[in-house]
């Protein structure tokens, strides 16, 4: 079965949310600080209204990144503020003794709920975003404690008082929000650390020891409270409908305003445990209710998964001892300096780090279509393939079993006989040549002979010298030049054959093969046993 197609919210519902996130935005604007000052100004009062002037005066106080802001410039920062929910426009009326004192009173801003919220946790984020959080495990057992007396009290034939019941109540789920949120954040400032690849001998030693005591502490003091606390709501949880209406019976709080819940600016958000949805978050943190896990579950699988990122950094400090380690702290202290040095002195230290000066191509030169000129930028210059283990994992050495060799012996065996039947071929091709010398017009030559026989022409004619003879010399004084052959010969010595070729007046040879008839006009053809290949010399003329 598929899952259930997800419901798409109302169209007020979305506007609304977009209203809500939209209240965000001072905090990524490129005037952010700026803004956030102006934010903790409103933030430092209750209930109060400010004009520019009053604001401009705060700002001066407080020496902070918006004390330059002139009075046009703050109004237009105001503004945007309105425009994006975190501020106000008041409503109240304006006492002023002139018109000039109107004028600069008339606009008068004040802190709006979402605002005032978005402001303070950005605060706290700033103030201890990078601080470990200790764990409030004795809130535990307090929580524990109290879920104990409030069951045996409501269980009583009298009841229990309902103004006991809402101070035990409250108390209950202060403590156990406390405790939630401690533990949230301590895992996450672990998680951020243990994702470190520069941890020092030191800084590793000190970690381990929290990851090994701390955290092995909070999980065992948690895996001994999680299935007390889980039975004792097991046996309240019958009784929590009565005892949430009396709940409202006692105190209805804002929710008994006429007219609260009416609008959407009137909604209550109610104290936590006035509602069964804070108790069934309550149970599902000790108990798994819904089939995904309870967070007790969660938070044990996340401290083994803590103890593993502690293994892998073991590890990884053992590869540094080998000369592998992580530069992160360099390059860290690196982009420091660039982030503050000049342009000129950035350059320097550019040169200095990686040494890019001018291109120089040693060795083998690449292909013409892959040739980088020196002066093309590293932003516009082809991708450099990096190995996927360095890009994955940071480390250069391979992982696994080596392959075995591939075994070539067949490929080998194959080029062998493949090269010893062309030498066969080419051996009988000469001894048929040889044996056909002086009689080629009766044979027909088979094709590896009349083959062999071109290749050693064509290089005999590539030796050849050519002579000029004069008018006269050849015949009558009145016959033209010609032109005679010297050395014109080829030989192979491995296949003890030798062709010499000469130019004849008027000769003609005719060489019969499978392939057809070759016609050579004015060339005569000897073909011997080249000289060295049995100590003799044998020349046959062919014509």
Known sequence: M???????????????????????????APERLEYVAVMRVFCGTLLADLAVPDVLTKL???????????????????????????????????????????????????????????QRDADEVLAGADAA?????????????????????VQRPEGIEPQDALERVSTLFVQFTEFADSVRDFYAYLGQVLA??????????????????????IREDVAFRAPRIASVLDLLWPHLPGLLERLDAHARGLSGVPGAGGRPEGRVQRSRGREQADWEGLRGW??????????????????????????????????????EMSRRKDLLRLARWFDEASPEDAHDIAAAAFGLYGARHLGVPPASDEAVPAYTSWWNGPVVEVPV?????????????????????????????????????????????????????????????????LELLATALGNARLRRTEAGEVGGLDEAP?????SAQSEDAELGIRLTVRRSSGAKTVLHSADGDLVLDDLELEIGRAAGSDGREVEVSVS
């Open 196 to 217: 470190r690849y520069d941890l020092d001998s030191a800084e590793y030693q000190g970690f381990k020891e929290l990851l090994l005591d701390y955290v092995e502490a």
């Open 60 to 118: 001066a106080e407080s020496a902070g990144p918006a004390v330059t802001l002139d009075a046009e410039t703050l109004t237009a920062r105001l503004e945007r503020l309105v425009h994006w929910g975190a501020l106000l426009r008041s409503s109240h009326s304006v006492k002023a003794s002139s018109i000039t004192e109107y004028q600069r009173s008339r606009s008068r801003y004040q802190l709006s709920k979402l605002g005032e919220r978005i």
């Open 286 to 323: 000790f108990t798994d209710v819904d089939g995904q896990g309870s967070q007790v579950d969660q938070l044990r699988d996340a401290t083994m998964r803590a103890l593993q990122s502690l293994l892998t950094n073991a590890k990884r400090m053992l590869r540094s001892a080998s000369g």
């Open 482 to 486: 010609e032109f005679g052959l010297e």
């Open 2 to 28: 598929g899952a259930p197609a997800q419901k798409s919210l109302p169209e007020t519902d979305r506007d609304d949310t977009w209203q809500r996130l939209n209240a965000y935005a001072y905090l990524s």
């Open 389 to 453: 283990a360095l890009r994955e994992r940071g480390s250069r050495a391979q992982r696994g079993r080596a392959s075995a060799m591939e075994n070539h012996s067949a490929q080998k065996r194959h080029l062998q006989e493949a090269a010893r039947a062309q030498a066969e071929a080419r051996r009988a091709a000469a001894d048929e040549l040889r044996s056909a010398a002086g009689r080629f017009a009766d044979v027909r030559l088979t094709s590896a002979a009349l083959g062999l026989l």
């Open 133 to 153: 959080r200790e764990v409030s495990s004795e809130l535990l057992a307090l929580v524990e404690r109290g879920l104990r007396e409030l069951n045996e009290l």
